[in-house]
């Protein structure tokens, strides 16, 4: 392009760039032409001296691209592939001070006198909304429709250079995304600055610019890919898709958009299947551990069966063949009855195991009185005073009321569990049993029962078998090792919890928790209005909650309840989220925790365990409250045993809420005081 070539030119594109530079790319100096006539200036200059000029007024989140796009070496670089121009916008500050879009065009010329590579160099403002228009225009043609819709961006990569092209709906990833640059340097940048560390290694592997090349030639309609970026609120995940752009396939069209919602959702389902697998599983094991039990109890069942058996006919045998001898066959006809009385109570150990209904069978529910079980510990008080034992018995705190439940089950296992603490004391030991009620909640409550003894105690390794038909601790051990096994059977039925702790020497405990329902309506139990009532006066204003709720439309609703009522709250989505929340705070910051019971990561349950085992000194006394749409009774006990202090059933009733609030805070603070 010669001098007179240069002049028309300009002439043609005056109107529209005002700065024109003609730049030597293989010397690395240029001249700025005059806007009039064409001609550039006498003095040649640096050409690293315009970049620095031109940088200090570009805009701070363009420089990365601009440099990408138009430094001397990517000129070079683009002539050498073959393209005749190169274009590229960034944003440049004016004389007020504000940026203002720019438009560079790049022509390039090739000198052959000298061999020289050439570059005239254009320079023409834009305003901001004939950018926008341009980009609109150019999504329309890239995807159909003018706005970017639901995708966080779109981009155009050269499969060739490498060199993309970024489309956003807004400046929103200007800073961490450049504009215009190499593909795999600023996939490099992402992944070393946004990209959660365990990620990186697949995230580079799978859309590094060969692998892509690579994944479309293998399928050409075009695939996708998941992944994680580190955002101030956490992890979020994305989505990127590649198709090709053109029918030459030398560029390929990416496109972003944000996934989190509907990876919550499939995380949600996964875990639900992934929960679903893990109780086949574990159906799957008890059945298999159900039948080699049974072959055990029958094999244990025949050993213990032979025993009395043999004696019996053995020593009937000796009364036979010597009739004479009265002393010794008197002697024998007592072994005899003692053998027959140990068979029997074999046999009917082995009745109540088979009548004792297991967790899905349905016991029949009646109407009794919660003192009657005074009757239950008169006879274990009479049994240990036989035997020259100790006893006591402290029912006195029962509430004097009819309640629904099965008394039977509730005998049955009073029974077993009395038996077992006189036939293992030695005489002269202590017996005790106390019962009192654990919690309550308008008709419902939980009976405690203790039944201690001091004789010979269990090791832990037994503990862990010690409710299995026909376990005993050691060989020759008195009774059947029946007893715990029918205790539990009817405590798993009726939804109550029976529990074990002894030591060796030290003597054993067990415990029944029992839940039961008032029916007496006159009765001296305390109902919900009552308990706020009777509670210290309590304010909920400026309270501070931490809630643990995995569905956001609940979390929404309690957050909006406790809000309007003067509460702070602060949202946990799982049970783990809540206890790392819970720990990281200032002791004393929350004055009671909401939880969720069933939440994934980390249940409620497992959750308010662990806040309760953790070293924190306000983890024993901060209240911590259920929420559940289960209103199963065993769930209630079960929540309880985990540490949990009261529980609201789902739809949340804001009366309820509240009251449970004061009364739980009210009582944290009484025991602060006391």
Known sequence: MNAQDVKRLLGAVSVFFPQFYLVNLTKGVYRELSMED??????????????????TSTHPADREAFMASLSQKSLLEAHARGDARVQAEFRSVGPDGAYYWAVVD?????????????????????????????????????LGFSALGGYEYVSVVNAISGAYELFADDDKHSHRVPLRANYDDALARICATMVPEADRKAYWDNLRLTRVLRRMQEQEEGFAYRYR???????????VRYTYYNPEKTELLMTVRDIQSEWAKEDAARQSEARLKRVMAESLAIAKDSSGAKSAFLATLSDNLCEPLTAISGLAALCGAQPEDTKGNAERLREIDSAATQLGSLLSGCLDVARAPDRASALSVERFALMSLAEDAARIEADARAKGLIAEVD????????????????????VSLGDNAVRYTPKGGHVRLSADVKYQNGDMLIIHIEIEDDGPGMGEAFLHRAFEPFAQEWAGDVGAGLGLAICKRYADAIGALVTLRSKPGEGTLAALDIPLQAVDKEATLLRPAEVSAQAPAVSLLGRHILLAEDNELNAEIVVALLSLNGMAVDHA????????QFLASTPGAYDAILMDIQMPVLGGMDAAAKIRKSARPDSASIPIIAMSANAFQEDLVRALQSGINDYITKPIELDRLLSALKARIGEREQGRHA
């Open 38 to 55: 064409g001609t550039p200036d006498a003095a040649e200059r640096e050409l690293d001296t315009l970049y620095e000029l031109t940088l």
């Open 573 to 580: 989505v799982n049970g783990r989220e809540a206890v790392d």
């Open 395 to 414: 029912i006195a705190h029962l509430p004097d009321l009819t309640v629904s439940g099965n008394r039977a089950a509730i005998s049955r296992m009073l």
């Open 106 to 142: 790049s022509i390039f010329t090739q000198d052959e006198a000298d061999g020289d590579v050439r570059s005239i160099t254009l320079v023409r403002p834009v305003d901001r909304r004939t950018m926008r228009e341009e980009t609109e225009a150019r999504l329309q043609k890239l």
């Open 229 to 239: 970026l580190e955002e101030n609120e956490g992890p979020r995940w994305y989505e």
